[in-house]
């Protein structure tokens, strides 16, 4: 019985069509017009020019390496001199294989394309694993042209997804973003590391020393604690109300018992001081960015189906734009396992005879989606409830941290790509009620004090995006949101009771009515 079955699983099973990566094959058009008559053209870049040759798929070298500048006449003429060979030689086929060099590569990869040749790019590791065998010691541009030659041919230049500019300014947005958070971590630590020496114990007199301004307030006008001995407690009270801060007393007293026993500063404290203060300013400004870059990744995400993933308990407006900007459109994958592999989210393997070992993740691929995973899984672990008891389970059972984030990074891959693929909202039968997109949109540019007009562009948008039988569920909450507006219950300016009207009519919905008193 066991071996029918295994027999009937194996005939399932389809024998691969080819050796080679799918993105790579070219056999089946090599057939079809000879291979005498296919040609390959290898680009070897560099900063300022290229060297390419001409070969056809055998090998025959039809036009010797050459040098092209990065000018566009060179390049034209380039194009110009290989289509006259190929019209010479009788190609009737072909491709351009282009080593990739970092952005150095992408001048003659859009030139080409731009004038109708196919361009595929071969990693440089394969250029290196094809030139080794034959001249290990002989490192030229002309060997590494016949290594792209031979990689070529077997199928190891990819074709690469085409990518619009929606989609690559939205990556760039969430890259550039998550670059100013790094740079104003570094900050953080020099600004305290300054703010230490010139003042020993200050910064531990405030819980939240980021957000609230008294410290700095209070550094820029009293930068010693003799000063502030001296000013005395009805003195900071006063210059804090002046500057308009909210403050409370016990916080200013605290400061005044560390300046009765503060320990002295290091030599030139009053410079350590400076940079400090000029380095938080430094970090105000990257903080302003970040918000603004966050906004505009807000509206680019709800342009795309996207935004549905803000419907999963523990996934914010950022890390969905961030796995967004990463991923590209959805249509580029086949299934969840195309994500993981993308991101490299298994693990290496080898294997010879009886031994078969798995090692650490991949080395070789996205990193920057890999991350965006992670930090998506890092949530997850935190913020929902389903995710926080799988981890804890598999913690109980002795995994490896990292072998947790894993996991939950895997299953995330597989309900994004349903969720995505399939334009539907969160469902889960394990896990409380899914989150309401519009009202996170909503609450989002609420704390980052987007205009108005920003927000109503984003929620019709989002609205763009929410299959229509999700419609009355989305409006309830922001239909809530109306009946606090109306009855007086919120505080601050009301300019969201303006817009929420035009929200329900893109809904379907009508307009909640405030109870009249009788008066």
Known sequence: MASTLKSRRSSRRQAPVTLGKPAGVLHPRVQLV???????????????????????????????????????????????????????????????????????????????????????????????QYRQPIDP?????DKDLAAIHRATVTGCALLEASRDEAWTTLQLVTRHRRDLVVKGAALNCQIRDHLEAALPGFAACFDKLWESPIP???LRHYPSAAQLRNAGLTSLCHSVRQAGIRFQQRTLQA????????????VAAGQHLRIALALYDDRQRKTQEIEALERESAGRLAQTPYVLLLSIPGINVVSAAAFAGEM???????????????????????????????????RNCNRSLRAAILGIADNLILCNHHFQHLATGWASQGKDPRDIHIRVGLRFCRIAFQMVAGRQVFRHPCIQGRHYILDKLNAFHREHGTGMAEVLRDLQSAIGQLPSR??????????????????????????????????????????????????
């Open 34 to 128: 000879g291979p005498d008559h296919f040609g390959i053209v290898c680009f070897d870049c560099h900063k300022a020019s290229s060297k390419f040759l001409l070969a056809d798929f055998y090998g025959r070298c039809l036009v010797p390496p050459t040098v092209v500048e990065h000018t566009r006449p060179a390049l034209d003429s380039a194009i110009a001199h290989i289509r006259q060979a190929f019209d010479q030689h009788q190609l009737r086929d072909g491709l351009v294989a282009i080593e990739g060099t970092g952005r150095y590569h992408r001048l003659v990869q859009r030139s080409f394309a731009a004038a109708g040749f196919e361009t595929r790019i071969l990693h440089p590791f394969v250029t290196k």
């Open 137 to 141: 010691g002989n490192k030229t541009d």
């Open 216 to 218: 700095w307030h209070l």
């Open 255 to 266: 400061v005044l018992d560390w300046a009765e026993q503060a320990a002295p500063g290091e």
């Open 328 to 362: 590209g459109p959805i249509e580029h994958y086949a299934n969840a396992k195309c994500i993981t592999g993308r991101a490299g989210l298994r693990p290496s393997r080898y294997q010879t005879g009886q031994v078969d070992h798995a090692g650490p993740l991949v």
């Open 470 to 519: 999700e419609y009355a569920a989305e409006a309830k909450p922001l239909q809530q949101e109306m009946q606090r507006i109306q009855e007086g219950r919120r505080r601050g300016p009301q300019l969201l009771g303006d817009i929420l009207p035009i929200v329900f009519a893109r809904l379907g919905v009508g307009v909640v009515q405030s109870n009249e008193s009788g008066e």
